[in-house]
Every structure is written in C-alpha cells, then in structure tokens.
C-alpha cells in the first residue's frame, strides 16, 4: 500500500479573492440571495401566465359538456353486449360472393403439387 504525502493538492497559495471570501463569506452570499430572490420576482409574470392559460383549459366547454353527455348518465360499456349487437345487424346486410381464385390455385386452396412451368423471360422481349 502506498503512503501519501503531506503537502496539499493545490501548493499554490489561494488568491486574494479567495482569500477575502474566507474571510467574510457575506461577500458572495448575499449577492447570490439577491439574484434568486430577484429571480423569483422577475419569473412571476412568466408562471401566472402559466397558470391563467391552464384556468381557461379548464373552463373551456367539452363538446361532451355541451351535447350533455356526462360521465354520470352514459351507459356503461359491455365488450358481449356490442358484441351480440353488431353480430345481429351484420347478419341481414351482407352476403358472400365468391371472387376468381389466382392460376394454379385448386378449388379447395390446396397448393399444387408440381411446380409451375418455367418461363422464358428472353423470348418474350
């Protein structure tokens, strides 16, 4: 394990101005309160636009607010019940029609058992 020495880091002797805030450290404090207080009072404007923006989010009216949908009178949701409902109408509207099925496709979807016949790309061009 090594030993350290006994002479400082820093040998350079401090400067006059640290050696003066050492001495009396109100010269850097209260400059610092001043600035965050001022701060604080200079931010003031900034935050209550802030504020007064958010109000009027708030009071604005919702397109529910004025078509009188409230949380309190909806009806609850049921996933089953919108379910059985679309099921019920989708019943009478619609019906299957059969669309042409693409070359080498059987009729049952099963795909053919040999390959396609190669092709000559270069006698076509």
């Known amino acids: 394990m090594t030993v350290f ?3 400082p880091f820093n ?3 401090p400067s006059k101005l640290n050696q003066m805030v050492l001495k009396n450290p109100l010269i850097f ?3 610092f309160c001043l600035l965050m207080v001022g701060a604080s009072f200079a931010l003031t404007p900034f935050t209550q ?3 007064d923006l958010q109000d009027q989010k708030l009071q604005a009216v919702t397109k529910e607010q004025e078509m009188g949908l409230d949380r309190k ?3 609850k949701f049921d996933i089953r019940e919108e379910y059985y409902r679309l099921s019920a ?14 070359k080498g496709l059987p009729e049952w979807g099963v795909p053919p058992t040999e390959p396609p016949p190669p092709t000559d790309d270069k006698s076509k061009s």
């Open 49 to 51: 636009t802030r504020y």
């Open 29 to 31: 404090g209260i400059p």
């Open 11 to 13: 040998s350079k002797p």
């Open 89 to 102: 109408e989708s019943d009478s509207d619609w019906e299957p029609k059969r669309i042409q099925r693409p």
């Open 73 to 75: 009178n909806r009806k």
């Open 5 to 7: 020495q006994r002479k």
